[in-house]
């Protein structure tokens, strides 16, 4: 070979070998994008890699065939060597998505990539118009060899997370794979044609392998510079990303199953873990209250379904078995091409702290109010008997009259302590189902002359129909005999109180109507508080009462009222009706 003839060589080959790395470094970029953008485009990415991998190598094929003064002829197995080089190429991209589903989708999917590659190679030269072929195994046994090892070891090297340049590392020795399987393929089959080419169709060939290898180069080249700009703009969000993730002051993780597959810095603080090993790989149950296993783990399976969760709360266990209160919040991610749940948790034990010390503290302060309450109403009747006892130990006469006083103020006193005794912690009582109208007609016969005295009627709308609650009887009727008592002694001019009871739905409304004086806004506001009261001899507590008799048969009082026009009390109730009781039991 002359001096020009080995230039020409040497330029092809530096050539053939630059499309094929560029080929295999836009493929890798192509194929690494699916494990960074949560599937988005995957078929973008797929195809796109498949394609511009095939075209790669199928235009590098053809310059290498210059570079070695190869006569060929543009037969259909070129576009069919072509079309089955990005069908292998996609086949095998789809296998390496495979993680966690097949066994060992790397080997598979390389295995694939290096079969495609060797078709390519030897269909095509197979596909010429053949007098005589002599084999050569051992240069065919070393370029599969040689072909199955480089896809291999480029996708290992793709793979290695730690390495800076894997990209490009791997296109190396994938790119240079590929040139060395076709140099070996050159010499593995020895090839003497049938025909030769005239000097005009050689000239139209040659020309049509110019346009081909300018347009295979062309595209080789714009998708590796659209996929470096791609693969910077992600890099850049990724960076973005990682930053968010690492300065969080919330631990950010993702579960790979029920396993931690990621956790940040703040998560390795939160749970008191001094090596990532203290956390990944091992299951979240171990960190969580066996109570909420149960939950937590149809909570997940759920979430597969919805997507995301909503903001919960959630307690941990750390590894030194530290309890947390947290806010979690849940959505689907995907891990290593693997459904994944990412999570971010919130550590709230401070705030719950200080919503208990809240709490205590506004318990400590109706405490107080309800002590000096009764301090003020006890003192007075107390400071009334050492009076009266007083006199009586001075001789005074009239002692009748002093005891009947006494024992009024020890009546007052019982009744004020009776009424306190009904705020304390609910004794058991026996819980049966009750009729409201049945209650109802035995307080109204009960308050009813009560009512004449005082020149009030009592208006009673009962319904038809059974209105059925679950409660204490009692203390049922101790509530509407407190509300219509009070509105006897509001009405000082006589009128009507209106009673309707009526079924809305799964609730039980009680309406009382009087035509009193009405309540202010002011006055509205405070009705229910301990000693507070209109009337001149009131305590106070009866309405207090009334209200917690009500909260703990599950039910609710509003009060609306118009000054000058009176005031109604809705008393709400659960309606129970008791065949629910029998048709539960059974």
Do not use: C
């Not at 050539?15 to 690494?32: D, K, P």
């Not at 005031?567 to 109730?573: A, L, N, P, R």
Request: cysteine-free; charged content about 20%; glycine content about 8%.
């Amino acid at each position: 070979m002359d001096g020009s003839g080995a230039v020409f060589r040497i330029l092809f080959m530096s050539l053939a070998l630059l499309i094929s790395i560029l080929a295999s470094y836009t493929m890798f970029n192509f194929i690494g994008n699916l494990k960074r953008t949560n599937g988005t485009f995957r078929q973008f990415w797929l195809a796109g890699g498949a394609f511009v991998f095939g075209v790669g190598l199928w235009t590098k094929h053809f310059i290498t065939m210059l570079a070695f003064d190869q006569e060929w002829y543009f037969e259909w197995s070129m576009p069919v060597g072509l079309f089955f080089i990005i069908f292998f190429s996609l086949m095998a991209f789809v296998m390496l998505t495979f993680q966690g589903v097949v066994r060992h989708p790397l080997l598979l999917g390389s295995t694939i990539l290096a079969f495609g590659i060797v078709f390519l190679n030897y269909f095509s030269m197979l596909g010429q118009p053949i007098d005589k072929l002599t084999p050569h195994p051992v240069y065919i046994f070393l370029s599969i060899v040689v072909i199955f090892a480089g896809t291999y070891f480029s996708f290992r090297l793709a793979e290695m997370r730690s390495l800076g340049y894997r990209n490009m590392a791997a296109s190396l020795v994938l790119g240079g794979s590929a040139i060395i399987v076709q140099i070996l393929g050159n010499h593995a089959l020895t090839i003497e044609k049938k025909t030769y080419a005239s000097v005009d169709k050689l000239s139209q060939d040659i020309n049509l392998m110019a346009v081909i290898i300018a347009v295979g180069a062309l595209l080789i080249l714009m998708s590796t510079l659209v996929t470096w700009y791609i693969d910077k703009r992600l890099n850049q969000m990724d960076e973005r990303y990682r930053l968010l993730v690492e300065n969080s002051l919330d631990t950010i993780a993702i579960f790979k199953g029920d396993h931690w597959g990621f956790v940040n810095a703040s998560g390795m603080r939160m749970f008191e873990a001094e090596e990532e090993k203290d956390l990944l790989g091992k299951s979240i149950f171990s960190f969580l209250p066996a109570r909420d296993h149960a939950e937590v783990r149809e909570r997940l399976n759920n979430l597969v379904l919805i997507g995301s969760g909503r903001p919960l709360e959630q307690e941990w266990i750390t590894l030194n078995g530290k309890v947390l209160h947290t806010e979690i919040v849940e959505t689907i991610t995907t891990l290593d091409n693997e459904l994944a749940i990412q999570v971010i948790i919130r550590d709230i034990s401070e705030r719950k702290k200080n919503e208990e010390l809240l709490i205590n503290s506004e318990k400590l302060y109706v405490a107080g109010q309800l002590a000096a309450g009764i301090a003020h109403e006890i003192r007075n009747p107390l400071t009334s008997l050492k009076g009266f006892l007083q006199l009586i130990a001075s001789g005074r006469k009239n002692t009748t009259t002093y005891y009947d006083i006494m024992n009024s103020e020890l009546d007052r006193i019982e009744d004020i302590v009776s009424e306190l005794l009904m705020l304390s912690k609910p004794q058991v009582y026996q819980l049966s189902y009750h009729d409201v109208r049945v209650m109802m007609r035995d307080t109204v016969t009960l308050l009813e002359a009560q009512a004449i005295l005082h020149n009030i009627a009592i208006e009673s709308e009962y319904g038809s129909e059974p209105l059925w609650v679950y409660g204490v009887e009692n203390q049922v009727k101790q509530v509407f005999i407190n509300v219509i008592k009070n509105a006897i002694e509001a009405m000082i001019d006589g009128g009507a109180i209106r009673v309707k009871l009526s079924r809305e739905n799964d609730s039980v409304y009680v309406r009382i109507m009087d035509e009193g004086p009405g309540i202010g806004e002011d006055q509205l506001a405070k009705i229910g508080q301990p000693f507070y009261t209109t009337k001149e001899k009131g305590t106070g507590l009866g309405l207090m009462v009334s209200y917690k008799i009500v909260d703990n048969h599950q039910g609710k009082i509003t009060v609306d009222s118009q000054l000058g026009r009176g005031t109604m009390f809705e008393i709400m109730f659960p309606f129970r009706y008791p065949e629910a009781a029998v048709k539960k039991s059974s």
